[in-house]
């Protein structure tokens, strides 16, 4: 596209045009054709740009670009039909208009770089949107480096300059991202898969200036063997699951509120600590553990490999034994599940989770640790961190302080009948990978956890359940008990063997408690979402 390969000035504005309301339609006319003599009408509004008669619908384009006789507006288009409701796959459609008159035609990518990014009005886009961008060579199939070197020219289309690190080492995004000075960056493209978003949080909650850091927007590309993130992204959004698809939400520059986990690890019955990891996916006990941490031996498979550890794990059945309490949620309550969620609960209570004395501590990774999937034993954020039983005293002072607000409650109002379960498996997010369905009605932002847990032991219950998770059916199934919730505790038996547990895919082992709580709206990715409308969310 660019004779000198680099990215061009999108322009700088023009005063007639930032006069304009979003109501109005920009009206011209250019050749389609640099030799021919007839031109054609041309015009933009807020949702369309007409060329002729052909429409292109403004959520399909992510910006224009200045060329010597004119400039090109890159559109991502979705194909008619497909298996998607609203569409099929995106593919790259460049429209070409020429014009001699250079101004004409920098008012015109003005323009439309500013509706194709809902900017308002008066903004001027910026020329380079420069991002860090973390490569994982090791994740799935190992074909990240690959995807990257297909996304540069999707990436030039959009303005976005990427700085690329291809990581070397488990927790080297971690590391980094706790030191680095994330201003220098518009946003952070991660090409991986879900364990590479996990330490790039993790990171975030090292820093001492977290609470403004995490709200630094990032994207994720698909490049490891469950991509649930990304899956959910599609999902809510209405997109196809495809690579240009989940690049797109990066190229429109719109972000959505995601909220944040945390996992509060207590080893032993006993103990008086305990360890804080953060997260954004699911928690998986029992079966699904099993299948998502033990079937790493046959990495090589990609995602399939969930799937034949499945069928092995039915013909070698077994049951887990846990005591399940949880709080359910509460619609319109100010907490968590209302309508009321909001960003400054969530902060707020990682801030209460945050005030006691904090340890960074390092653990060994195990030695089948992939060298750069984010480890299979998750490394806590904070150590040293009263335990539930032992935070309960400071739990009712802060309740009597006038509009608290409290979030991150220890105490749990239900508690499932049996303790005999051959899984359990919660979300925040619809899909926790490209098969598995496990919340369909669930948002990006909703400030609930979707608890699902199938007790007893039974292979024919437990293969119908896993047939239906494909799709979200097993929420009729009625041998699968669903509910939504605000917090909830896994406590296994402190002198068994310790559990496996699955913390958004990262292996956690203990003979303790897991306390999973959610925090509504904390972090900021690229998603386009299905909203239509001008300039309502942030845009970069």
Not at 105 to 130: E, H, Y
Not at 278 to 301: Q, T
């Amino acid at each position: 596209l660019l004779e000198d390969g680099k990215i061009p000035s999108i322009g700088r504005g023009d005063s007639n045009l930032d006069s304009e309301s979003y109501g109005s339609i920009l009206r011209s006319t250019f050749k389609l054709k640099l030799t021919s003599s007839k031109e054609v009408d041309v015009s933009i509004s807020a949702s369309a740009l007409m060329v002729g008669k052909v429409r292109y619908d403004i959520r399909d384009i992510v910006g224009a670009t200045i060329t010597k006789n004119g400039y090109v507006v890159h559109a991502y288009p979705k194909a008619a039909g497909g298996c998607c409701s609203s569409g099929g796959a995106r593919s790259y459609k460049p429209i070409r208009l020429f014009c001699r008159d250079t101004d004409k035609s920098q008012m015109w990518v003005t323009r439309i770089c500013r509706f194709s990014r809902d900017l308002p009005p008066g903004s001027n886009p910026p020329a380079v949107r420069k991002m860090l961008c973390y490569v994982n060579p090791f994740s799935g199939t190992g074909s990240a480096p690959q995807i990257m070197e297909r996304a540069r020219s999707m990436f030039l289309h959009a303005g976005i300059e990427p700085t690329v690190v291809e990581t070397k080492k488990a927790n080297q995004v971690r590391e980094e991202v706790a030191k680095l000075n994330l201003e220098a960056w518009d946003g952070v493209i991660i090409i991986s898969g879900d364990g590479l978003v996990v330490e790039y949080i993790n990171g975030i909650m090292e820093r001492e200036d977290w609470e403004s850091a995490i709200t630094r927007p990032f994207g994720v590309i698909p490049g490891g063997s469950g991509n649930g993130l990304v899956h959910s992204f599609n999902h809510v959004s209405g997109e196809t699951v495809d690579e240009t698809s989940s690049i797109f939400h990066i190229l429109k520059g719109k972000t959505h509120a995601l909220d944040l986990l945390s996992y509060e690890v207590v080893s032993g019955a006993q103990s008086s600590s305990s360890v804080i990891v953060y997260g954004f996916l699911s928690l998986a006990w029992g079966l699904i553990a099993d299948i998502d941490l033990n079937s790493e031996v046959i990495r090589c498979c990609g995602p399939a490999r969930f799937t034949l550890w499945a069928i092995f794990r039915l013909c070698c059945s077994k049951s887990y034994q846990a005591t399940l309490k949880y709080t359910p949620s509460r619609e319109g309550n100010g907490k968590y599940g209302g309508s009321s969620n909001s960003r400054e609960q969530g902060i707020h209570a990682l801030k209460m989770l945050r005030n006691s004395e904090a340890i960074i501590t390092d653990e060994p990774q195990s030695a089948s640790t992939n060298a750069c999937s984010s480890g299979k034993n998750l490394k806590p954020i904070h150590e040293g961190l009263p335990s539930p039983a032992a935070s309960a005293v400071a739990e009712e002072e802060e309740k009597k302080r006038p509009g608290s607000g409290r979030t991150n409650s220890t105490s749990m109002s239900e508690t499932a009948t049996s303790k005999i379960f051959t899984l359990i498996y919660a979300s925040s997010t619809p899909r926790v990978s490209d098969e598995i369905l496990l919340a369909p009605k669930a948002k990006l932002d909703d400030g609930r956890i979707h608890l699902s847990y199938l007790e007893g032991s039974n292979c024919c219950s437990t293969l119908c359940g896993l047939l239906r998770l494909e799709d979200g059916s097993f929420e009729t199934d009625p041998r699968f008990k669903s509910v939504q919730v605000d917090q909830f505790r896994v406590e296994t038996d402190s002198k068994a063997a310790p559990a496996l547990y699955s913390l958004d895919g990262e292996r956690m082992d203990t003979s303790g408690s897991v306390t999973v709580r959610i925090h509504p709206k904390v972090l900021n990715v690229f998603c386009i979402g299905n909203e239509v409308g001008v300039f309502g969310n942030q845009n970069v």
